[in-house]
Each structure stands twice: as C-alpha cells, then as structure tokens.
C-alpha cells in the first residue's frame, strides 16, 4: 500500500465524529420510526453525492469492482485514495470524488447513483448512522445503536414517507454488507492494537490490505505460493475460491487472524507443525520467506 494523496486526517476525523455523536444524537432502535424519502422529484436529489468523505469496506470494493467489470487493482487505482498517516495501524480506503468545483461522486449520473444496487454501505445507510459503545473487551460488544444524520441541505425529511429503524436496513440490503463489515471489524478491533505502542510492521500492513481488499492480487499469492499445501483446507472451499471473491475474501479474514494474530482459525498440516515446532517467527508458516514473498508493494 502506497501513499498516492495527501488527505485528511481520516481516523482524526472519525473520532471526533463518534464522539459527538455519543453526546448529543437521540439514539435510536431497529423499532423506532423516522420520516424520509429520496427520489428525482426532491429538490436537493444528488446533491448529497458531493465532497463527501466515502470510507469503503473491502466488501464495498468487491461489489464496485465485479460491477464494473475491474481488477480490484484496477479499481483501488482509478477510485480509491489510500491515506497513508502517522501512527495509523489498519488501512483506510476512501473513494475518490471527481477533481470538478464540487468534488462530485465519480459514480453520480444524472438519474442518480450509477452503482445503485452496488453502492457502498455508507451510501446505503444514509440518512442513518450506526454507533456502538466501547465498553467491552472486543471494543465492539456494547450497546449498538442507530441516529439520522440530519443536515440541513436534505430535504428527504420533509417526505411523508415513514420508516422504522428494522425496515430501512431490509430495504437498503445493508445485512450483507454488515456480516462482511462485522468480520472486517474483528481484524481491525483485534487486542492486539489495544496496546497504543502495538503496531503492525509496513509487511504485515501491506497484507492485512492486500488480502482484505485487492482481491485479485491476493488470489495470484494464494495459488501461486505454496500457502496452500501447509495447510489442512477443505478442497471445495479452495476451488470455490479461485472463482468467487466472497470466499476468497472468506479465507483471507481467516489466514489474517492466524498470521497476524496467532489466533487457530487455521489448522497447519502435521509435517508443517512439526518443521516449525517451538518457533517464536512464524513469518515463513505464511509466506513471506523460504523463497514464498508476499505481493509486492505497488511502487507508484
């Protein structure tokens, strides 16, 4: 992962967001109702899809990139920034807007959103937010709630149309986004990072990236390393994978936690156990020594 813009201090941001949001949004419940409405006859319609920051999961890039037809190498290039900021200790991936006096989305025609059915979980969610309190140990376990995003320039507030919290999310398709986000977040939630001197080094970050979002690339390193005959894997779950992006990106949250982590959400092979039994580096078990690197670095 390179640094390809300057950009804003994104987690910076984040936070200072999720804390003003704990203290002043009403929180609302999947039962809980809202008025809202977006269609071409709203008088502000598209005008949300400008200058707007678009934090995309690696399920958002899997979606975007089948759609249209890329590479995910050839996607993250053409409509991803890739922040590169001090002391930051998991990837962030934001879409790129058009360079125009409005920063409009790249996407954006004027029927609406080009990727519709396709959108990122943001766009999806929007006008709701999801904030959950850290009290847990996971930092992801407390209480989950909802809350609008209610900005001024929106006139989606002022339609007739009545919501619940639950009935939104269904229409949204925002489920299946969440499974995939909610397994993201056990990466980037991990204990390993509750320690703030915890830090992944630059190898390690490029592919805990690669893995979770340049699918195309990753897949190249699974099959053509010997990755795969160090451990036990069922065979359809592999064929499976040399063709479909969500059990290629399946594998990868699971080697992730085993190699990053040293969590056992993968078994070694007995004669690979035992090579590299009561060693402290496992950096050869998953590839980037004994001749099996991981994928280099885009250089651009």
């Known amino acids: ?57 690696p399920y958002d890039v899997l979606r975007l990139k089948n759609r249209l037809g890329m590479t995910s190498s050839e996607f ?17 991936v934001v879409l790129r807007m058009n360079d125009d006096e409005t920063n409009s989305c790249q996407f954006l025609t004027e029927e609406g959103c080009g990727v519709y059915s396709d959108r990122p979980w943001p766009c999806r969610m929007y006008p709701l937010g ?22 001024e320039v929106c006139k989606g507030f002022d339609e007739d149309k009545e919501w619940t919290v639950r009935e939104w999310l269904d229409n949204q398709g925002i489920y299946e986004y969440d499974r995939w986000g909610d397994g993201y977040k056990e990466l980037t939630l991990n204990e390993f990072f509750e320690d703030e001197d915890s830090a992944l080094s630059p190898e ?8 979770c979002y340049d699918l195309d690339k990753f897949r190249e390193f699974v099959f053509e390393s ?10 359809e779950f592999v064929e499976a994978m040399r063709t479909d992006d969500e059990e290629l990106l399946r594998f990868g949250y699971l080697w992730l936690q085993f190699s990053l982590f040293g969590e056992k959400t993968m078994k070694m092979k007995p004669d690979v156990a035992e090579a590299y039994k ?7 078990v998953f590839g980037t020594e004994s001749g099996n690197k991981a994928p280099e670095k885009d250089k651009s």
Request: charged share 30%.
């Open 1 to 57: 992962m390179s640094e390809k813009d300057h950009a804003p201090d994104y987690d910076e941001q984040k936070q200072s967001l999720q804390e003003k949001i704990l203290e002043d949004s009403p929180r609302l419940g999947l039962d809980d109702t809202f008025k809202f409405g977006c269609h071409p006859g709203v008088s502000c319609f598209n005008r949300c899809c400008h200058d707007v920051n678009i934090f995309l999961s």
């Open 130 to 151: 999801m904030a959950a309190q850290k009290d847990t140990p996971d930092g992801w376990g407390g209480e989950k709630f909802y809350f609008l995003l209610q900005e």
């Open 76 to 92: 993250l290039e053409k409509y991803a920034i890739l922040p590169v900021q001090k002391d930051m200790k998991t990837p962030v």
């Open 226 to 235: 010997t990755l795969l005959q160090r451990f036990e894997i069922d065979e």
């Open 204 to 211: 390690k970050m490029h592919m805990l990236f690669t893995a």
């Open 278 to 284: 009561g060693s402290l580096d496992k950096r050869s």
